[in-house]
C-alpha cells in the first residue's frame, strides 16, 4: 500500500529525463518522495515500469521518451499537456500543472579528440545539447504558465575540460551556455532555470564509456590511434577508479535539484562533491598555462 506524499506539491508535475538508471532514477524517485508527480522520462517501457514500481506513493508515470528524436519529443510532450492542467488557475480541473523540468538525459563520448569521428561528435552533442533543447522548447509553454522550473544537469568538466573527455567537454560547455541564455531569457517570464553540476560519481553512464572508447580505437588508424594508446588507457583506468571511488552520490545530486525545484530562491548552480568545486575554482583562479600544468599532472 503506498503512503501519503508531504503535502503542498500534489498539484505540480515534473518530468525528468534519462530516468531510467543512475541520476535520474534518483531523482525521479526523490521528487515523487518529496510530493510531486512524476513524469520518469525513459526509452524502454520495462524500465518504465521498474521505476513506476519503485516509487513511494504511486506517483510516478512513465514517459516513453528519446530526447535525440524530434517526433518521440513531440509525442512526450503531447502526453504531458494531457496530464497537465493548463495554467494555474486551471487547476481546480484536478490536473496538476506542469511545474517543472530536469534536463539529464544524456551519453558520454571519452577517446582524444583526433580519433572522435564527426558521427560520434554530432552524436554526442545531439543527446546532450539538441535534444535538451528541443525537449525545453516542447514543455516551456506550460512551464511558462505555471511560472516554473528548469533544472539542467550538467557536469564538473562544463567547468574544466579534460583531455580524453573533449566530446563531452563540447556538450557540457554547451549546455551551460544554453542554461546561461535560457536563465537570462526567461527571467522576466518568472520561469527560473539552475544548473545541477555533478562530479566523479559512479554511474551507469560509466560503465558504458569504456566499450565506447574501445569502439572509436579500433576504428581509428593505428598510426594515429599508437600516438594516444598508452596516455588514453592510463586515463581511462584513473577516471572510471576516481568515479567508482567518489564519495558524491546520486542522493546528493537529486537533492540538490529538489532544492532547485522548491526553494523560493533557488541557486543558479548546484557544484554537487568536492572534485566539482574544485574545478571551477581552479578554472576561475589560474591562468591557462598554469591549469595546463596542473591537469597534465593530474592525467600523467
Not at 586515463?235 to 577508479?241: E, K, L
Request: charged fraction near 20%; include cysteine.
Amino acid at each position: 500500500m503506498h503512503s501519503t506524499p508531504s503535502p503542498g506539491r500534489r498539484d505540480r508535475a515534473v518530468v525528468v529525463t534519462g530516468a531510467s538508471t543512475g541520476l535520474g532514477r534518483e531523482t525521479a524517485l526523490l521528487l515523487e518522495r518529496r510530493g510531486f508527480l512524476v513524469h520518469a522520462g525513459v526509452r524502454d517501457e520495462r524500465d518504465g515500469e521498474a521505476v513506476a514500481a519503485a516509487a513511494a506513493h504511486g506517483r510516478v508515470r512513465p514517459l516513453l521518451l528519446d530526447i535525440a528524436s524530434p517526433e518521440s519529443i513531440r509525442e512526450a510532450a503531447a502526453q504531458v499537456q494531457a496530464e497537465t492542467a493548463e495554467s494555474a488557475d486551471s487547476g481546480a480541473s484536478g490536473r496538476p500543472v506542469l511545474w517543472g523540468l530536469v534536463n539529464n538525459a544524456g551519453i558520454c563520448v571519452s577517446a582524444p579528440l583526433e580519433c572522435v569521428p564527426a558521427d560520434e561528435l554530432r552524436r554526442q552533442l545531439d543527446v546532450n545539447v539538441i535534444g535538451s533543447v528541443e525537449v525545453t522548447q516542447a514543455m516551456l509553454p506550460r512551464l511558462r504558465a505555471a511560472r516554473g522550473r528548469v533544472v539542467n544537469i550538467t557536469s564538473g568538466v562544463g567547468s574544466l575540460a579534460f583531455p580524453y573527455l573533449g566530446a563531452y567537454a563540447c556538450a557540457q560547455f554547451a549546455k551551460e551556455a544554453f542554461s546561461d541564455a535560457l536563465r537570462r531569457e526567461l527571467l522576466p517570464h518568472g520561469v527560473r532555470v539552475s544548473v545541477v553540476q555533478p562530479g566523479a560519481i559512479a554511474t551507469p553512464i560509466w560503465d558504458k564509456v569504456d566499450d565506447g572508447a574501445a569502439r572509436i580505437l579500433q576504428h581509428t588508424p593505428a598510426s594515429v590511434a599508437d600516438v594516444y594508446r598508452a596516455a588514453f588507457t592510463r586515463f581511462a583506468r584513473a577516471n572510471a577508479a576516481t568515479a567508482h571511488s567518489s564519495r558524491t552520490t546520486p542522493r546528493q545530486v537529486a537533492a540538490a535539484v529538489a532544492h532547485a525545484l522548491s526553494s523560493d530562491r533557488p541557486r543558479i548552480r548546484y557544484r554537487v562533491g568536492r572534485d566539482a568545486r574544485t574545478a571551477a575554482a581552479l578554472a576561475r583562479a589560474l591562468p591557462a598555462s598554469a591549469l595546463d600544468r596542473v591537469i597534465a599532472k593530474l592525467t600523467a
